[in-house]
């Protein structure tokens, strides 16, 4: 596994340190990008040091390359990637958060498909990695990984197949009306976010809604909202009254529970990838290696 | 004057009284919505209640219609409003930060006009007035103000005319790719954001950026960014590193310095009007009244 960091700056390396541990633990042998640790300003390393980082990854042997973290900084390297060598490279990228808008313009641009998931320094470097996490991330990327199955205790009656796309709400919301936002009908469109005020979950759904883009979906699937404030002219607006909306406003069915998010426990999910999904008896079953 | 509140709930009532005695001495006779003052939630109403406001500001006497204030609701409002009839109401419209999309959305749908500028409750409600901006927004209102000059050290040279249109930056993303953004070619672009840290500034700025939209535009002027908090990982990121991302990456001219914003002294500006727009020896002028 190869790291790179096309996003923030990694504050301690330490994390890196251990997050190669734990993944040589799952028996995935790491080597670092030589500029993985880069600072400037927030970033890691100037556009240039984290273009060529993401051009490096392309060309040595590991089979995959995942994102060290997260943060700010992929949305103004979108038009100095070259996407097709991306997809020619045949590697299986991972990230998470500020990532998403590297698999989405992967896709937008290619068709080719990535992961949303656990990334060095907050999961594998993480003071306590979690369990699950790690072992959903190992299924994932050995193929083993047939049916993800949540809790769902509320979510709306559906049994649909589509291409399975999205992830952080805000960088979803932030590529509508560019060329690296992906065009797919019928999909199933997973969302989640963090340090995100429901009024702004709501306006990125809304712009979503208005764009046309939800009413083509044949899912809504919604991860974790967390670590948001609310105040007291709030006055009882909250994450569920966001959820009420959508469900009144969008005839798509809703699907909740799935576990992905700024959270311990996420799973890996394919982005652009054909999956199934199904909902009853209080639980969503996301099918992710049927044959088709 | 007619007061309509169609976003956030008035907090204080009193703010309302002192605006209308305000209004009052500048020479506007003030009429209050019914349900101006309504709570749902974090709303002034339910959307069925702003919106029957809204219809009504269309049908009543006062040739000029006041959002009391900002705050966020329009957004999921917007396609339940008759474009048309706002248009052909012939009434002057004026608001602030969530008004955003209701100025755009009517340039969007019928190519008519409004008016970005101060709120009841914030400015002609507040404990101390501006004179200023209650001036300009006099001048503007009688269509007395020809040129708004002011100081702008770092401008980029520039001596153009379109169509003046923005807003709040977070609300003009948010319109991107549906049918409420409007379509101006040629156009000057007037922006501003409170409480947005810049790295969302960017992020915003990059999605106009990637749709296509700051290349066509002729001028890019900024208004204030005010109310945002740098961390320690910002790592001297901060507003100027992005505005001067902006010039390196987008070859339209870029102004500064525009009294606008969620300040104290705002101009009165135009949404959807063709103006001029100069820079020279450390100043700018918008020249608004100009006969093209």
Redesign the interface.
């Known amino acids: 596994m190869y790291l790179i960091s096309p996003s ?2 990694v ?1 301690d390396p330490a994390t890196i340190d251990l997050a190669r541990a734990r993944l040589g633990e799952l028996g995935f042998k790491t080597a670092v990008d030589r500029t993985a640790l880069a ?1 400037h ?3 890691a390393g100037t556009d240039k040091q984290r273009l060529a980082g993401i051009a490096r990854a392309l060309k040595q042997k590991h089979p995959i390359v995942m994102a060290t973290r997260g943060g ?1 900084g992929l ?2 390297l ?2 100095f990637i070259d996407w097709q060598a991306v997809a020619d490279s045949g590697k299986i990228f991972i990230g998470q958060s500020d990532f998403t808008v590297f698999s989405l313009a992967l896709l937008a641009q290619t068709g080719a498909s990535s992961f949303a998931g656990p990334t060095a320094v907050y999961d594998f470097g993480a003071k306590k990695m979690d369990d699950l996490t790690a072992d959903l991330f190992g299924e994932s990327m050995r193929g083993e990984l047939e049916i993800l199955s949540f809790e769902s205790p509320d979510s709306d009656p559906v049994d649909a197949r589509g291409v399975l796309w999205g992830g952080n709400l ?1 960088m979803v ?9 992906p065009n797919v009908d019928g999909g199933i469109l997973f969302l989640e976010d963090v340090a995100e005020h429901p ?1 702004r979950v ?3 759904l ?2 979503l809604w ?2 046309g883009i939800l009413a083509r979906q044949k899912a809504i699937v919604l991860g974790r909202f967390t670590d948001y404030r609310l105040g007291a ?5 909250d994450l569920p ?1 966001v959820i009420a ?1 959508l469900r009144s ?1 969008v005839k798509v069915p809703v699907v909740t529970g799935l576990p992905y998010g700024h959270v311990k426990v996420k799973a890996t999910l394919p982005v652009g990838r054909k999956v199934g999904i199904a909902t009853g008896e209080g639980m969503a079953h996301l099918v992710l290696e049927e044959h088709f």
Chains 1, 2 share one sequence.
């Open positions: 923030g700056a504050a600072v300003e927030r970033f700010y949305s103004r979108l038009p805000a919301a932030s590529l509508i009306g560019t060329p690296y936002m009024f709501e306006r990125m809304t712009q208005h764009a002219h709030d006055n009882g607006f009254s909306w406003t």
